[in-house]
T-cell receptor, first 114, second 113 residues
Framework: GDSVTQMEGPVTLSEEAFLTINCTYT??????LFWYVQYPGEGLQLLLK?????DKGSNKGFEATYRKETTSFHLEKGSVQVSDSAVYFC?????????????FGKGTRLSVIA | EAQVTQNPRYLITVTGKKLTVTCSQN?????MSWYRQDPGLGLRQIYY???????DKGDVPEGYKVSRKEKRNFPLILESPSPNQTSLYFC????????????FGPGTRLTVL
């Protein structure tokens, strides 16, 4: 079935470092792709999305490009801040939606130190 | 403000003592669901509801019940909690099952002793 694989965490970076969190997917067709973020003590919230191949989603300095040829949607940020410390989830809607609107990866914890 | 609220945020209880975690959304969403989040396992769906009086099992429903008597509320009931239900629980809602963006509550951290 449709699935998402994220790089294992945790990831620890110094402030202003470059961030990449890898996400690859397995899906029939070309679904929309999403990144959600979970800040400490909070629920998940949508960070960005891309609805078709070659689209780039962006928000709060984060970007991700929908790459059909590599079935990837890697999350990047040029200069991370301490406030970016959170858990990041890649997600997609399963083709046969079944019971859930989205299938989530297992999450990647990012810690940014000053 | 559009939001999903959960109560309580934190709960410590003992094995076998029935409890209810409430969830409410003010966005008139049709679809609501409950997840549990455990280290190394990510988010797993417990139950979901596509509309009032329509509920169904997710991936890990054992030991849980839900009800959907009103569109805005979707309580999670643990009739006889056990230690393996110690977890972080999230309620989520979306406009419909086909609507991809989900809105999450802040979470309820449950410890069953």
């Amino acid at each position: 079935g449709d699935s998402v694989t994220q790089m294992e965490g945790p990831v620890t970076l110094s402030e202003e470092a470059f961030l990449t969190i890898n996400c690859t997917y397995t899906a029939t067709g070309y679904p929309s792709l999403f990144w959600y973020v979970q800040y400490p003590g909070e629920g998940l919230q949508l960070l960005l999305k891309a609805t078709k191949a070659d689209d780039k989603g962006s928000n709060k300095g984060f970007e991700a490009t929908y790459r059909k040829e590599t079935t990837s949607f890697h999350l990047e940020k040029g200069s991370v801040q301490v406030s970016d410390s959170a858990v990041y989830f890649c997600a997609l809607p399963p083709l046969n939606s079944g019971n859930t609107p989205l299938v989530f990866g297992k999450g990647t914890r990012l810690s940014v130190i000053a | 403000e559009a939001q999903v609220t959960q109560n309580p945020r934190y709960l410590i209880t003992v094995t076998g003592k029935k409890l209810t975690v409430t969830c409410s959304q003010n966005m008139n969403h049709e679809y609501m669901s409950w997840y549990r989040q455990d280290p190394g396992l990510g988010l797993r769906q417990i139950y979901y509801s596509m509309n009032v009086e329509v509920t169904d099992k997710g991936d890990v429903p054992e030991g849980y019940k839900v009800s959907r008597k009103e569109k805005r509320n979707f309580p999670l009931i643990l009739e006889s909690p056990s230690p393996n239900q110690t977890s972080l629980y999230f309620c989520a809602s979306s406009l419909s099952q086909g609507s991809n963006e989900q809105f999450f509550g802040p979470g309820t951290r449950l410890t069953v002793l």
